[in-house]
Nanobody, 119 residues
Framework: QVQLVESGGGLVQSGGSHRLSCRPSESVFAINIMAWYRQAPGKERELVASVTGTDSIKYSESVKGRFFIARDKNTVNLQMNDLKPEDTAVYYC???????????????WGQGTQVTVSS
């Protein structure tokens, strides 16, 4: 079973920067969409940013201009700048990937990493 390994969560001061990274736990055949979601306490999980295999990128309005997503081979990074207390959430990595040839693509999720922004 492929697992997504996330790293980089932690406590950051308001206005600071932080980077999250995510990669599959094993070699896979192909990765289509890579994305970061987040879920704040009492709120639904929301898409933060996504990048396709052709580098088409989308951002939520709340992070546009502050967060930047990039893929490097099988790793996806989320650079977060000018962090605000409202960015506090559990951040989840998601990848739509093909594990082996002829196996249908499916979505995989990381376990989540906590990012806390102090005011």
């Amino acid at each position: 079973q492929v697992q997504l390994v996330e790293s980089g969560g932690g406590l950051v001061q308001s206005g600071g920067s932080h980077r999250l990274s995510c990669r599959p736990s094993e070699s896979v055949f192909a990765i289509n969409i890579m994305a970061w979601y987040r879920q704040a306490p009492g709120k639904e999980r929301e898409l933060v940013a996504s990048v396709t295999g052709t580098d088409s990128i989308k951002y939520s309005e709340s992070v546009k201009g502050r967060f930047f997503i990039a893929r490097d081979k099988n790793t996806v990074n989320l650079q977060m700048n000018d962090l605000k207390p409202e960015d506090t959430a559990v951040y989840y990595c998601s990848m739509n990937l093909v594990k082996r040839p002829l196996i249908p693509r499916r979505d995989y999720w990381g376990q989540g990493t906590q990012v806390t922004v102090s005011s």
